[in-house]
């Protein structure tokens, strides 16, 4: 079982709908990240939220739509998006101390495909 | 430009016997490396971590060494068991930055076979 829950696990839209990825985890960890996952390949970050607060946005484009209501929660909104949007999305969370040395611990990702 | 490499996409060995996935890295502001292991439909899950300060972590079957003037880090497993078998992951990232900011390999398939 993992501590990070990750709805819907599938979705299926078409490029002009609006969905969102929820995200939310209870072991008190103040940074939350989405990742893209294309088949074959490792997980790619898109999005670093540090104490509620957006602190990586890495060049995702803007229908990608990242929101953090509070330290449990993380969404990700979606609009308007491309067939090579398809893939695995997976939210991770971790602590965060001044070392840094905290690893993330992964949701099992919703499996997103764009018709 | 591949920060992080895992050479062998794919890794057999028999149960009970040795498994060692290696790992290696370009970046020398890397500080901080990670193995996770990732079945089918499932998330990646953390397995065994070490910092730049150490060159050897272990923690039960898993043991993950660093040797930071090759770049390069390995996990070795022993026993090995039938369960093992995943995609193992090495990830890489400069701590002191905190920025969270994980660089991964394309991953190593394992399988142990009974």
């Known amino acids: 079982d993992t501590e990070v829950t990750q709805t819907p696990k599938h979705l299926v839209m078409g490029m002009t709908n609006k969905k969102s990825l929820k995200c939310e985890q209870h072991?008190?960890?103040?940074?939350m990240y989405w990742y893209k996952q294309k088949a074959k390949k490792p997980p790619e970050l898109m999005f670093v939220y540090s104490y509620e607060k957006l602190s990586i946005n890495e060049s995702v484009p803007s229908r990608f739509s990242p929101e953090c209501p509070n330290s449990s929660l993380l969404n990700l909104h979606l609009h308007a998006l491309q067939p090579e949007d398809s893939a695995l999305y997976l939210c991770?969370?971790?602590?965060?101390?001044?070392?840094?040395?905290?690893?993330?611990?992964f949701g099992d990702g919703t499996r997103l495909s764009i018709l | 430009d591949q920060q992080v490499k895992q050479n062998s996409p794919s890794l057999s060995v028999q149960e009970g016997r040795i498994s060692i996935l290696n790992c290696d890295y370009t970046?020398?502001?890397?500080?901080?490396f990670l193995w996770y292991k990732k079945y089918p439909a499932e998330g990646p899950t953390f397995l065994i971590s070490?910092?730049?300060?150490?060159d050897k972590n272990e923690d039960g079957r898993f043991t993950v060494f660093l040797n930071k003037s090759a770049k390069h880090l390995s996990l070795h497993i022993v026993p090995s068991q039938p369960g093992d078998s995943a995609v193992y992951f090495c990830?890489?990232?400069?701590?002191?930055?905190?920025?969270?900011?994980?660089?991964f390999g394309q991953g190593t398939t394992l399988q142990v076979k009974p």
């Open positions: 991770a969370s971790s602590r965060l101390d001044r070392g840094g040395n905290q690893p993330q611990h």
């Open positions: 970046n020398s502001m890397f500080d901080y």
């Open positions: 070490i910092s730049s300060i150490k």
């Open positions: 072991m008190g960890h103040r940074a």
């Open positions: 990830a890489a990232s400069r701590a002191r930055g905190n920025t969270g900011k994980l660089i």
